[in-house]
């Protein structure tokens, strides 16, 4: 029997936790070695040192997401299952790399199925997903830009990459996963008409966020989203109802 290495990847220490404990409890029959990372550092580490066979691997974490990780694993064989909390757009995707995928928040019995076919491919010795092949049939679904106008001319930007828009006067700036923030030519209100059939939603007189950056939805203090680069953004009564009905609430 071959021993089932896993590597769970995941921001979130509780969701690392749990998946953990899961595969503790209920895999108790198999030979499993379970290591964890929260960033991409440290998951580029432990695929170095643990050659993991099966990858639980989260999408959305700060600065650097999973679809670097795979990237960066270049040749690595091995079985993966995408964790995510993301938009129904991405599922595609997911069915088109003909890939494993589980919607936070996780249940148990369909973890259960997804690690047990993984195990059986594994188990077979059949062709495992080589990472960098999956990288590549995953990146023309990832890689929709988007032109952002500014002073000097224009920024080509993966729509995936933007955190949200925050309003300047007559401009806007625009917040990225990497961190960086630009100041594009156009108000608010250009930019909502523009991106308006994507995956934002504005949810403020001064905001406008990317609906699969959100992190947590807090009731208090009138109402605020906390986004995954740790901002607050208000959201006020007038958007708040459109807001909660394109969450996905259990």
Same mark, same amino acid.
């Given at each position: 029997m071959k021993t089932l290495r896993i590597l769970i990847v995941d921001d979130e220490p509780n969701g690392r936790a749990y998946l953990q404990q899961v595969i503790e409890?209920?895999?108790?029959?198999d030979v499993v070695a379970v290591h964890s990372a929260g960033s991409y550092e440290e998951a580029v580490s432990a695929i170095k040192s643990f050659s993991p066979n099966l990858l639980l691997l989260d999408i959305e974490m700060p600065f650097k997401s999973g679809f670097d990780v795979l990237e960066t694993a270049g040749n690595l064989e091995a079985e993966v299952i995408f964790t995510t909390a993301f938009h129904q757009y991405a599922i595609k995707a997911f069915k088109y790399g003909a890939i494993d995928y589980l919607l936070k928040?996780?249940?148990v019995e369909e973890l259960k199925i997804a690690i047990g076919k993984a195990k059986e491919r594994i188990e077979q010795k059949q062709p495992q997903h080589n990472l960098q092949q999956l990288f590549m049939q995953l990146q023309e679904s990832r890689q929709k830009q988007i032109g952002l106008p500014t $002073?000097?001319?224009?920024? $080509?930007i993966d729509v995936a990459e933007i955190i949200r828009f925050e309003a300047a006067g007559n401009y806007a700036n625009v917040m990225l996963s990497s961190g960086k923030k630009e100041m594009i030519s156009r108000t608010l209100k250009e930019v909502e008409d523009a991106i308006k059939d994507k995956n934002f939603i504005r949810v403020h007189k001064s905001h406008i966020i990317n609906i699969a950056h959100i992190k947590a939805y807090q009731k208090s203090d009138g109402g605020f989203v906390l986004m995954r680069d740790g901002a607050e953004v208000p959201v006020s009564k007038a958007h708040k109802e459109e807001l909660l009905s394109r969450i996905n609430l259990i």
């Open positions: 409890r209920y895999l108790t029959d928040p996780i249940d $002073l000097a001319g224009f920024l $080509l």
